[in-house]
Nanobody, 122 residues
Framework: QVQLVESGGGLVQPGGSLRLSCSASGSIFSINSMGWYRQAPGKQRELVARISSGGITDSAAAVKGRFTISRDDAENTVYLQVNRVKPEDTAVYYC????????????????WGQGTQVTVSS
């Protein structure tokens, strides 16, 4: 089994910053990509940013230039640096991983963390 654990959320003032972390553990053969998604009350879950095993990144237009995704391969950890936050950034942020669990099984599986709350308020 694979577990994803997020941390780093909390209350932050508009214009402030925080750093989210997500660590993957368990039966991991290789990670194809990891990403961050968020879901605000009454809204659909949306992609925030993702990073592939090759280091290719993508981010949503709403956060481009403010949020940065990065990874630490040795620790199977992905980070989201969140800068110049706005009230509309308030949401539960979820970590996602697309990965293989063994050498013999060629399929990629998706896993989700339980989420970490980010609240932007003065």
């Amino acid at each position: 089994q694979v577990q994803l654990v997020e941390s780093g959320g909390g209350l932050v003032q508009p214009g402030g910053s925080l750093r989210l972390s997500c660590s993957a553990s368990g039966s991991i053969f290789s990670i194809n990509s990891m990403g961050w998604y968020r879901q605000a009350p009454g809204k659909q879950r949306e992609l925030v940013a993702r990073i592939s095993s090759g280091g290719i990144t993508d981010s949503a237009a709403a956060v481009k230039g403010r949020f940065t995704i990065s990874r630490d391969d040795a620790e199977n950890t992905v980070y989201l640096q969140v800068n110049r936050v706005k009230p509309e950034d308030t949401a539960v942020y979820y970590c996602n991983a697309e990965l293989r669990t063994s050498f013999r099984d060629l399929r990629n599986y998706e896993y989700w963390g339980q989420g970490t709350q980010v609240t932007v308020s003065s």
